[in-house]
């Protein structure tokens, strides 16, 4: 590598690969990039991999307190159903229902289509429990909204395809390196980053944080006044073969509860919803998408199809530090969790699957995509949690735009 480039990125997961992506097809940008990623391999390990292959359509999130997540999610949903299917990405628009078991979840389900319709999310629809029995004969609710443009996507294979023709075009890829300091020179920044066997200085004119996880660190980096600190939450799943038994085959949609207010422990709290938006306001609760349940696919004759295996997910609990894998709950959870809406899943159906560590930020709602306050040339992506996956092209074109 040379001792100077013109922008560095830092964080190879999908935010960075996707940014990776458009700069190097832009003919507006200069085109000596560079990535560094701290992992060995550039396969989204981390929140890119880590997490449900849920392709989000925008209906969660209030255009009041999540501009960029409204606006970017939406945006970002047309824009990974164009690429997966220009690229043969493996994906299906499967369509989601958000189902309320009872009048109390009804009015956390209209509240949904209210940010829903305000966010311009096409083809909703109330449905009531007919409609719901001839989508997912084995699910059971009292409402639910219809949801056309959601979807699943294979993650690693978006971040592996991002991360190959970003290389293709010209981009460098250093993985298995800790960036260990940026300093500011002279209008640079002069980054130190190091391996297991080996250290590397050099000079940029512009750095991007797409550190994920680690993102409120690089920030800190630069500017040790910078407000941001990372809260993590881990979100474990489990899953249960849908053809094991008749009475819990899906026809393959994407299965939700209603959001609710969930306590720091992750235990869900079940209050109306006036009381809900109080103490979300007060930040004394977060609001989740709760355990849903979401196909995935299955590689069949060299090919990726649906498969049989249904993943159930995600159970938050606070993890012990940001590479805490490790599983806390029990089947007995999962089960407790769908039961209300899946009522014929049996507890030995149940078996865990894995754990992911979401980004999420201390006293923020929404993504932060800004350029650090002292240094124009140090754009800042922290908090980039879900709906990050399905956002990803969306926020590399919102960051495009900033670099120009």
Known sequence: MSEKVNITIIGAGVIGCALAYCLSRDTGSLKDIVVIEKNKQIN?????????????AGVYYPESIGPLKAKLCVEGNRMLYDFCAEYNIPHKKCGKIIVATDSLEEEYLEDVYKIAKKNRVPGLRLINKKEIKKMEPNVEGAAALYVPTSGIIEATSLVSRLYSLSEEAGVMFIAGNKVIS???????????IQSDTDSEVFLTEVVINCAGLYSDDIAKMINPESPYRMDPVKGESARFYKTSSSDIEMNGLNVYPVPFGYQPNGSKLRVGFDGFKKLFKEGKVHRSVGVHLTPTFDVRGGKFVIGDTVTMGPAYSVPEDRDDYSSTRDPGYYYLMVKPFFPNIKLEDISLHQAGIRAKLSRYYDFVIERDPAYDNFINLIGIDSPGLTSALAIAGYTLKMIH
């Open 182 to 192: 940026i300093e500011p020179v002279d209008g640079l920044f002069k980054v130190n």
């Open 44 to 56: 989204g390990e981390n929140q890119s991999s880590r997490n449900s292959g849920v392709i989000h």
